[in-house]
């Protein structure tokens, strides 16, 4: 997580012992079901935007992901013929630290098999690293739908609130609203509170610049 904000936000958005429906992208139900604990693990899951409250939702990110990636076929070029057993292959793996990992394929294991039909098995490392970086967009796209309220009305004129700007050190600036800023308004980059503008230009920065590890170092390959 970047900031102390971000981690206060993502431990306060979920409840200790209830349980939550994690992305899974190897499974053919498209989640996990968890039960939150505030573990490193949770806060990971958080920090991605794969944690959901309701089964329908988790399983309309889950088929956006897979249709996003089936649709740009030419962009991402994912392998389209099923590997043979004992092929190495890359596949995009969000849980991996660095978001991508080498697997000997098996087509009697259900997660490979799985990993094929959702569009995440590659030749190269680049290319599973560029699904992962566009899945990774796409999650903070959807979470950002949902966890940001700007204003959508305009405010009495003399009215302060706050603009998401990512040019602000601070992530935000203070407006007296005139008719003037009704741009920013339609373009919902204004907010009621400080705390939520910060957020908004702190999602606008990742989803510019994904922070992706650097993926020079080889991992192992998988052993299952």
């Not at 991605?48 to 889950?62: H, K």
């Not at 009215?159 to 203070?174: E, I, Q």
């Amino acid at each position: 997580m970047d900031t102390e904000l971000e981690y206060i936000c993502l431990r306060s958005s979920y409840l200790v012992g209830q349980a939550y429906y994690r992305l899974d992208l190897t499974n053919k139900l498209g989640y996990d079901e968890i039960t939150w604990l505030n573990s490193p693990e949770n806060l990971r899951d958080a920090s991605l935007n794969v944690v959901f409250s309701e089964i329908r939702e988790v399983q309309r990110v889950n088929q956006l992901i897979i249709n996003h990636l089936y649709s740009n076929k030419e962009e991402f070029n994912f392998i389209t013929e099923e590997p043979k057993d004992g092929e190495y292959v890359w596949v995009s793996d969000l849980l991996s630290p660095e978001f991508v990992s080498l697997i000997k394929y098996d087509s009697s294991w259900n997660p490979h098999r799985q990993l094929f039909k959702n569009h995440l098995v590659f030749v190269t490392e680049d290319l599973a690293v560029k699904a992962s970086k566009s899945i990774i967009q796409i999650l903070r796209r959807e979470a950002a739908r949902k966890r940001f309220k700007p204003l959508t009305k305009a405010p009495q004129d003399g009215t302060t609130v706050y603009l998401a700007d990512v040019t602000s050190k601070y992530g935000y600036k203070s407006i007296v609203y005139t008719k003037e800023f009704e741009h920013l308004l339609n373009y919902r980059l204004l907010y009621p509170d400080i705390y939520e503008a910060i957020q908004a230009s702190t999602a606008m920065r990742q989803l510019i610049n994904p922070p992706i590890p650097d993926t020079t170092k080889k991992p192992e390959p998988d052993k299952q």
